[in-house]
């Protein structure tokens, strides 16, 4: 494995009751002056909301907010944040809803601090060094933006979705992770964010660093149970140990944990990003239909990794088998699981075409060549993004 150094100081809060014994205390360590960042009305809807504000209130703390943000949260909706915590000299960030919102937060909270541009730091034309404290408490199981430093932000008017971060200060300084806050997701949110943390799995999976069988296994584990405990919560969405089960895995997928000393390749995510700053789907939706074809693109440049994913995750049997025969049924188990659990197939099911391919992959890689696993080139990304239609 590579050498690392390892450091997460998130403080997670799990399960029921946590907010209401907890979120005073913690939210006023950083002061009573508070940014709230919401999104487009959901926590009013199922109480969180009221519940959050008269925690808030009766701890003399004072609430000002920022609603909206948006699914692909976009660079205008940080910005307003950033004059909110300029102008009304916020002491901390509180972001209430899935990893959009926390990802908006954390863009705020680096631009509160951070003399120029905010979009200057994600074009990595300059590097921010400090951030406003920020707060979680987490709606939807997907991102696990709640217990990482990094966050991705969409400039619509230039069509391009990149990802900054300044840990560790962009880390949350605290998160609550309440399953029954995701009893109210929508049926399609629930099969994006299946989609995402198993993409955040896959992109750890597969890499190139040498010895790593403790690694694989861990993250082996955490692809087996999103595939055993999805179907559950989608069946019946108020079953707390499923959602529950979900919410950890979402956590554990990206926080670092499974992921220490192995270089992850995240070409997938990257290729996303550009298909969603155009058509602005959603992220999980996106990478249902590129992981596969990924996969079919570069299973050659290691076979062993996706047979070895199809006989200890899928339990296909490897008898009279090859290698290749193995990495092949292992790539149809992924895009039937994403096909068994209603999540998109083609770019098509967007009404999406081909007529931004060139465009997608030049800027997939303005900043380098994409990947570990095998390294991707505008020609290569362009391939994966006319399987994918």
């Not at 400039?155 to 992770?177: I, Q, V, Y």
């Amino acid at each position: 494995m590579n050498p690392f150094r390892f450091h997460n100081p998130t403080v997670l809060y799990y399960g029921k009751g946590q907010i209401e014994q907890h979120l005073a205390a913690e939210v006023t360590r950083y002061g009573k002056r508070v940014l709230l960042v919401y999104g487009g009305g959901s926590i009013k809807r199922n109480g969180l909301y009221d519940k959050v504000m008269g925690i808030l209130t009766e701890a003399g703390v004072q609430v000002f907010e920022l609603p909206g943000v948006e699914p692909n949260p976009r660079l205008t909706t940080v910005y307003r944040g950033i004059q909110i915590c300029r102008y009304e000299q916020i002491d901390l960030i509180l972001a209430v809803g899935g990893g959009s919102v926390i990802d908006c937060a954390k863009g705020i909270a680096m631009g509160a601090k951070f003399d120029g541009d905010i979009w200057d730091v994600y074009q990595r034309k300059a590097k921010a060094n400090d951030a406003l404290p920020l707060g979680a408490i987490l709606t939807l199981s997907a991102t696990g933006s709640e217990m990482n430093a990094g966050g991705v932000i969409t400039n619509w008017e230039t069509k391009e979705k990149l990802g900054g971060s300044a840990p560790p200060h962009t880390f949350p300084r605290f998160s609550f992770c309440d399953p029954e806050n995701t009893f109210t997701v929508p049926r399609d949110q629930t099969v994006y964010g299946t989609c995402d943390m198993l993409a955040h799995c896959f992109e750890h999976y597969f890499h190139p660093t040498h010895n790593t069988p403790l690694q694989q296994r861990l993250i082996e584990s955490v692809i087996a149970t999103i595939i055993e405990t999805a179907p559950k919560a989608l069946e019946n969405p108020t079953d707390y140990d499923a959602r529950e089960t979900l919410m950890y895995c979402s956590t554990m997928a990206l926080n670092g944990m499974i992921n220490m000393g192995v270089e992850g390749d995240w070409a997938c995510h990257a290729i996303e990003h550009e298909i969603s700053a155009i058509y602005d789907i959603p992220h999980g939706g996106g990478l249902a239909i590129v992981f596969p074809n990924w996969m079919d693109y570069v299973v050659d440049a290691g076979p062993e990794r996706f047979a070895q994913l199809g006989t200890r995750v899928f339990g296909i049997d490897p008898a009279g088998k090859s290698v290749d025969e193995l990495a092949r049924e292992a790539i149809a188990e992924v895009r039937a699981f994403f096909r068994r659990i209603g999540a998109p197939q083609r770019l098509a099911d967007y009404g999406i075409g081909d007529e931004h391919i060139e465009r997608m992959a030049e800027q997939a890689v303005r900043f380098r060549k994409l990947g570990s696993f095998k390294k991707l080139d505008k020609e290569d990304v362009a391939e994966i993004l006319r399987r994918c239609l």
